[in-house]
């Protein structure tokens, strides 16, 4: 029972920066951990980044490794997405998702993992 929203997408030019927000409904915000998942048209929604509970583990695609930090503030219940050097292919609908599960560790990377997911906000690079 939580509801994230997603915000800060828009239009950049490739070599550009966007910061994504998402922010999170209900008090155990803590419990979850969170994650980043974009997609394209015509493509499956892939993983783009995750981070554990306390925020002390992060996992990246090799496509936006170097490029995003993902990060989260359990105060304030909110997950961000910094993405620098953006590129074309970056765009696509990008996606909040929230996972309580016990398997996270193992299957992060995996849309099926995760019990909540924000409405989307779309990125556009254009080149």
């Known amino acids: 029972q939580v509801q994230l929203v997603e915000s800060g997408g828009g239009l950049v030019q490739a070599g550009g920066s966007l910061r994504l927000s998402c922010a999170a409904s209900?008090?155990?915000?803590?419990?979850?951990?969170m994650a980043w998942f974009r997609q394209a048209p015509g493509k499956e929604r892939e993983f783009v980044a995750a981070?554990?509970?306390?925020?002390?583990?992060?996992y990246y695609a090799d496509s936006v490794k170097g490029r995003f930090t993902i990060s989260r503030d359990n105060a304030k219940n909110t997950v961000a997405l910094q993405m620098n050097s953006l590129k074309p292919e970056d765009t696509a609908v990008y996606y909040c998702?929230?996972?309580?599960?016990?398997?996270?560790?193992?299957?992060?990377?995996?849309?099926?993992?995760?019990?909540?997911w924000g409405q989307g906000t779309q990125v556009t690079v254009s080149s």
């Open positions: 998702a929230a996972d309580a599960g016990i398997l996270w560790s193992r299957t992060y990377y995996r849309p099926s993992e995760y019990e909540y």
């Open positions: 981070i554990g509970r306390s925020g002390g583990t992060t």
């Open positions: 209900g008090r155990t915000f803590s419990s979850y951990a």
